[in-house]
């Protein structure tokens, strides 16, 4: 008899059976949350396929009725890179004819303006991350979308009645531009659209970093950013978002005389928060972040980020102010119907400016992100793709032209047993949004 069926056959005995046979199904089901089980994956080289419209982001999607539509780019004032339009909309029959639409078929949605400094509204520049669909419209035209929001201190400067806003100083670390230029801060907010993507209206900013928790010089030399939340990806999951997040602020308030980088890494990496479904017509203020145990810190505080997708100092981990520091950002995050499991994509800063040339892949087997720690319980990331000399931003799976995909309408946020690899690659000379590769799982 094996060692498995000879140690049922004991607890069926025994008085205790209910609860030892529990605890036994926790222990040997419970090996692929732990890590000590996970899929197996491949990449497959594929014709390539390159992007004709400007990406800086995830890849937001939707299928509106039997239409496939996607929403990249970026919209807002930037008075770094100037000011920008390329927020668009792309329409076809499945991804793959979207995909590969000409640049005549992107179109510019209708946006909220900017607002004036000191009033309440949109300041800085959006980028669509991941849209919602909300359930209950039958046209599938109500979409909420989670956006990142990046601003300086000329353009969101420090209101100490709100306490929103950037103190304008000297130590004000560099950005990416030259020494000259000012590091953004980024938030996340949410818009919503009821004519499924073609205009849309500012509902507000769900997270963010307040002024003392920007690291400034002389400590931060990274050319990333001053602190702040963003870079996110949203996946429903009961009756709530749950937004997965770059977090780079200091974990407390920055103060100089008393800095500590390995106080600020264990601070940083990727976080979650989750704001309730119902509150997403009006959300400010009601998304909650992660305090070790549960969702209850406020939005504009700060929580613990997931523990299994930090780098440790000894591999080369480090804080996001430091040009040495090491940590995973940029989540992609969807649900596998083949897998019965989250799958999350993510880059990994290595160097200044956000180099680094690995792309990383995490599993989460708990589908009810709600009860306990479930939200919490990633893989360590594994190396799922690499290209030297090039740096790697927005890694994505995407939907294929298969009769399953389109009849499932799968996106970026479910998919199935193969799914269409997607990444930003940058180099000099050479700068796109492609695919040459399937991605393959097997259980």
């Avoid at 300041?123 to 300086?152: C, I, M, P, R």
């Avoid at 949203?234 to 008393?258: C, H, K, Q, R």
Wanted: proline letters at 7%; charged letters at 20%; glycine letters at 10%.
């Amino acid at each position: 008899m094996s060692p498995i069926k000879s140690f049922i056959r004991q607890v069926l005995i025994n008085k205790w059976a209910k609860a030892s046979l529990s605890f036994f199904l926790v222990f040997f089901l419970g090996f692929n949350s732990m890590g000590l089980s996970q899929p197996s994956f491949k990449l497959l080289p594929a014709p390539k396929i390159k992007f004709n419209s400007f990406v800086d982001c995830n890849m937001a999607e939707v299928w509106v009725g039997d239409t496939f539509r996607i929403f990249p780019g970026k919209y807002g004032e930037d008075p770094l890179w100037g000011n920008a339009k390329d927020l668009k909309y792309s329409d076809g029959a499945n991804a793959n004819i979207v995909f590969q639409n000409s640049s005549e078929k992107f179109i510019n949605p209708t946006m909220p303006p900017n607002v004036p400094i000191g009033q309440k509204g949109l300041h800085g520049a959006v980028w669509f991350e991941t849209v919602y669909q909300d359930k209950k419209d039958a046209s599938g035209k109500t979409l909420y979308a989670l956006y990142h929001n990046e601003n300086y201190p000329i353009t969101l400067p420090y209101d100490p009645k709100t306490k929103e806003g950037y103190t304008n100083s000297k130590l004000w670390p560099q950005g990416l531009t030259g020494p000259e230029s000012p590091a953004a801060v980024c938030r996340i907010g949410i818009m919503k659209s009821v004519d499924g993507g073609k205009s849309w209206t500012n509902n507000g900013i769900i997270l963010e970093d307040l002024d003392t928790r920007m690291i400034l010089k002389p400590h931060n030399t990274s050319n990333t950013f001053a602190g702040g939340v963003g870079d996110p990806s949203a996946m429903a999951s009961g009756d709530y978002l749950y937004i997965f997040y770059g977090e780079y602020g200091y974990p407390g308030v920055y103060n100089p005389s008393t800095y500590s980088p390995i106080t600020e890494a264990a601070g940083q990496c990727i976080s979650i928060a989750r704001i309730a479904l119902k509150d997403l017509d009006n959300p400010v203020g009601k998304a909650k972040r992660w305090d070790g145990k549960s969702f209850s810190i406020a939005h504009n505080s700060f929580g613990k980020p997931v523990s299994s997708l930090q780098i440790p100092l000894a591999e080369k981990g480090g804080p996001a102010s430091s040009p040495t520091g090491g940590f995973h950002w940029g989540p992609s995050v969807s649900w596998n119907a083949y897998l019965n499991c989250w799958v999350m994509l993510m880059g990994k800063v290595e160097g200044k400016s956000w180099i680094g040339d690995k792309i990383y892949i995490s599993f989460n087997y708990h589908k009810n992100l709600g009860e306990g720690t479930n939200s919490q319980d990633w893989s360590k990331p594994q190396l799922l793709f690499q290209k030297p000399g090039y740096i790697l931003w927005y890694p994505s799976l995407q939907p294929l032209d298969t009769e399953e995909d389109i009849r499932e309408k799968y996106t970026s946020t479910k998919l199935g047993k193969r799914a269409r690899f997607f990444v930003k690659r940058i180099k000099p000379g050479d700068d796109e949004y492609a695919s040459e590769h399937i991605i393959e799982f097997e259980k």
